[in-house]
């Protein structure tokens, strides 16, 4: 089912999870496990994250440098099929523009259609490689609503190439949105303006950049509404557990965390205590956001789902 369908039926707010694969060579055990944690609330559909190749450099022993390109977590696609297929739970596999080529942005599509998913996120991608295919005869999508574009163009049974008697897909196009905007938008209304081509490009719902203070996703889906966009806007939701996530959150993510919050975090020196009250703000934001009845609240999830579990059971 598609997403869109989830959010259309729903007679209350639903709570959706985003989950990243395993390292190169890692286990899909702890994926399971999470899952597991989370199947006693019933989730609707599950996010797949996916990253690009990316460089890195290697020290040899005579002091050179050896460049050398990777993907750290491969396997989207199959992480996709594998948890569709166990636990019958829909997948949101993410679609990168960087890193990519279009060719073989079409070629994974088509593998996803042969699968059975039919639910996308598309996205630009952050802090991955920049490549030029121009001089090799292929192309790139340069912005996420350039790839919504190739998405809804092969809906229409469109491909790269003239192809006689292609069969059209049938994706449900998810992009992301920033309440406090992407940090390569030189403004709001900049990035705002970006958002909603890729709404006229084609996409079907919208999910945010996790956020601490629901008044700033109240305030992005009044900017939204009054540009014209009108498709569901769902929050994103993490939960601070430890006194580090004060820094590597902003610094990874570029978003703010409110003073009360870090402020509490700060006085505290138990694991626990820090655990819990990020556990309270979760659910005190989560509880607003279901009493402003928002389509859907999505948890972003590293290691574990505990915490996740714990908000999710307290406030259903």
């Not at 039919?118 to 630009?124: D, E, G, R, T």
């Not at 897909?169 to 992301?176: E, K, N, P, R, S």
């Not at 890729?198 to 996409?203: F, L, R, S, T, Y």
Request: glycine residues 6%.
């Amino acid at each position: 089912m598609k997403i869109t369908e989830y959010l259309q039926k729903a007679n209350k707010t639903l709570f959706s999870y985003e989950i990243i694969p395993p390292k190169r060579g890692g286990s899909i055990d702890g994926v399971f496990a999470i899952i597991e944690q989370l199947l006693p609330n019933d989730p609707p559909f599950i996010d797949l994250t996916s990253r690009s190749a990316e460089i890195y450099y290697e020290e040899l022993d005579d002091g050179t440098l050896r460049r050398h390109t990777k993907r750290k977590r491969p396997g989207t696609i199959g992480l996709s099929a594998a948890i569709k297929n166990k636990y019958d739970i829909e997948t949101v596999p993410h679609v990168l523009c960087r890193g990519f080529t279009k060719e073989e942005t079409e070629d994974a599509l088509i593998e996803l259609n042969f699968l059975g998913i039919n639910n996308i996120l598309a996205v630009q991608g952050d802090e991955l490689r920049r490549m030029t295919y121009e001089k090799y005869g292929k192309t790139h999508n340069i912005y996420a609503s350039d790839l919504v574009q190739q998405i809804k163009n092969m809906n229409s049974g469109k491909y790269l190439e003239e192809l006689s008697g292609a069969s059209a897909t049938d994706f449900c196009i998810g992009v992301a949105g920033y309440p406090e905007k992407h940090l390569e938008a030189p403004n709001m209304e900049s990035d705002l303006k970006y958002l909603k081509q890729k709404v006229e490009a084609g996409a079907d719902y919208i999910v945010t950049q996790m956020c601490f203070d629901n008044k700033k996703y109240f305030e992005f889906v009044k900017k939204c509404r009054a540009i014209g966009i009108n498709i569901p806007i769902i929050p994103g939701i993490k939960i601070i557990t430890r006194d580090t996530h004060l820094k590597t959150i902003p610094k990874t993510f570029h978003v703010d965390i409110p003073e009360e919050l870090s402020d509490k975090v700060e006085s505290l020196s138990s694991k626990e205590k820090i655990y819990q009250v990020g556990v309270d703000w979760a659910i005190k934001q989560c509880r607003e956001l279901a009493e402003a009845n928002v389509p859907c609240i999505h948890f972003y999830i590293m290691n574990t789902a505990r915490e996740v579990a714990e908000v999710v059971s307290t406030i259903k």
